[in-house]
């Protein structure tokens, strides 16, 4: 029963009040964008909707971060709109299923972790991409249908009525807090809407969102081979999308809560999710940066919010359409525009003239990357890797050697950096190989031996000394170096010195 209890956080200290109305808030703003994002698929309305229904209730029940939202998101719209043309919707519910396995099998072998390697430069203009991105697909909004910019008293009116929203979110926060600023401006540009009889454009005007309970459904299509691997590709860049989004989200939910999730359980509950999303006729999808903030500013902290939101979503889909369709996009499109302005960190603009130049340059790549082609894995993998290589060469810059020769005329290198596949040029370079004395000492009390290429450096540089009858001896090697060292033994010859007290970084040589 406690386990229970623990699942739904009703033995937590809960502002129910906050929760629901925060949910309600979070519902009405995931209509539009999974409407959205469906049509950028190429699929119907429906199945959008259906994903954002069960994504974001299974993963709020469990997941590993409380008030964070999940629905279908544009990332993985754009991965499965080829599919989708090519082959139909029943191979994007299969691509879907097995996206989920793919991520609960992530999620079970803790591979949640590596979302550590991603640097903080990343983090920002992955974070900074995604505010633009959620601005420009605002500006939409002020098109005809037609696709031209709305003129005259049509674009006076919804300009307005988006600012009005804006303002309210803005300012109602410093006033009082008894009521969500985000559910407020809604209800009062739909006020302000049916009172003044304006003719502005609403959520029925795009799509129609009347429906019945997510049907369940096998996806239709051949047990096959050729199925599987026409379909595989799509579902592990799916899989390596929606858990990169999530992590993130998750990562930045924690910053500004100043709490701790649990990477591994959000993987296992988004794969979890995306399994019972592709039985359930939903496109799939991850976790929503957009609305967990929506979400989190509303003050929700609890999983209350987001099952709220899941299940409001499904009651204005089965039984108050009527109602959603007539609420204005103006409110939904000033609730998004404040999204991004709070999602963007204005703190790293500061940071341009203090943060090394390659940080800087890592943070405007990725937020290019992700702005420009909508691809956030791809701008987030760009940045891991460039970072990976900033750091290598920067390491491998640094390895140098102190020389001496003790009184019995042994002569010692000190190793000071790490000895890798970037800096063992430089380490070959080190030695005096030919006017070295007899015996040589290679001491790494203060380095690290750390890959197969170190391994053929140390093996490179002892057959020079052998070919001139010198003795090489290795001192001061920690555990895993000399593990690594011994893997390699039928490989490589090296002598390494037997020095009880290696563990002393600061031990001297006798």
């Not at 979400?295 to 499904?314: D, E, F, P, Q, T």
């Not at 090489?472 to 039928?490: G, K, T, W």
Request: proline residues 4%; charged residues 15%.
């Amino acid at each position: 029963m406690r386990n229970i209890l623990n699942l739904f956080d009703f033995n937590q200290r809960v502002n129910y009040k906050t929760e629901v109305l925060s949910g309600v808030t979070v519902a009405l703003a995931l209509v539009p964008e999974a409407v959205a994002f469906a049509f950028i698929a190429g699929l119907s309305p429906l199945t959008g909707l259906y994903a954002a229904f069960v994504m974001g209730l299974v993963t709020s029940i469990l997941g590993g971060r409380p008030g964070m939202i999940s629905g279908a998101t544009g990332a993985i719209a754009v991965v499965i709109v080829t599919l989708a043309a090519t082959q139909g919707v029943e191979y994007v519910f299969a691509a879907v299923i097995l996206s989920g396995l793919i991520q609960i099998l992530a999620g079970t072998l803790k591979l949640g972790k590596f979302i550590r390697l991603v640097p903080h430069p990343v983090i920002f203009g992955f974070v900074n991409g995604l505010a633009i991105i959620i601005f420009l697909s605002q500006l939409e909004q002020f098109k005809s249908d037609e696709g031209e910019w709305l003129t005259g008293t049509a674009a006076y009116s919804f300009t307005g009525l988006v600012i009005l929203a804006m303002g309210i979110i803005w300012g109602l926060p410093k006033i009082t807090k008894a009521i969500p600023a985000t559910l407020a401006s809604i209800l009062v540009v739909f006020v302000v809407v049916v009172v003044f009889g304006l003719e502005t454009k609403t959520v029925g005007d795009v799509a129609s969102i009347k429906g019945e309970f997510p049907p369940f459904h096998i996806p239709s299509l051949p047990f096959t081979w050729e199925a599987f691997t026409l379909i595989l590709p799509y579902s592990l860049i799916m899989a390596g999308v929606g858990l990169i989004e999530s992590l993130l989200t998750l990562n930045i939910v924690d910053e500004i809560t100043e709490t701790r999730g649990r990477g591994n359980k959000e993987a296992v509950a988004q794969g979890l999710a995306n399994v019972v999303s592709g039985f359930f006729s939903g496109m799939g999808g991850c976790a929503m940066i957009g609305q967990s903030l929506i979400n989190i500013s509303s003050g929700a902290r609890a999983r209350l919010s987001g099952i709220v939101a899941s299940v409001m979503l499904l009651v204005f889909i089965m039984f108050g359409s009527s109602l959603i369709e007539q609420v204005p996009m103006a409110a939904l499109t000033g609730l998004m525009i404040m999204v991004a302005i709070g999602t963007f960190e204005w703190a790293s603009l500061r940071t341009f003239t203090k943060m090394p130049k390659k940080d800087v340059f890592l943070m405007v790549l990725v937020t290019g990357v992700t702005a420009v082609l909508h691809n956030l894995a791809l701008a987030v993998l760009i940045g891991v890797v460039l970072a990976a290589l900033f750091f290598a060469w920067d390491n491998a810059k640094r390895i140098r050697a102190r020389k001496f020769i003790d009184d019995q005329g042994v002569k010692h290198y000190e190793i000071f950096g790490p000895l890798f596949f970037g800096s063992t040029s430089a380490f070959g370079e080190k030695f005096d190989v030919f006017n070295d004395p007899k015996e040589v000492i290679i001491d790494f009390a203060e380095s690290r031996v750390v890959d197969m290429s170190a391994i053929e450096a140390l093996n490179k540089i002892t057959e020079r000394y052998q070919k001139v009858d010198k003795k090489v001896q290795l001192r001061h090697l920690s555990p895993d170096c000399r593990r690594l060292l011994a893997n390699a033994d039928e490989l490589i010859e090296i002598n390494i010195l037997e020095d009880p007290t290696y563990k002393l970084a600061v031990d001297t040589l006798a």
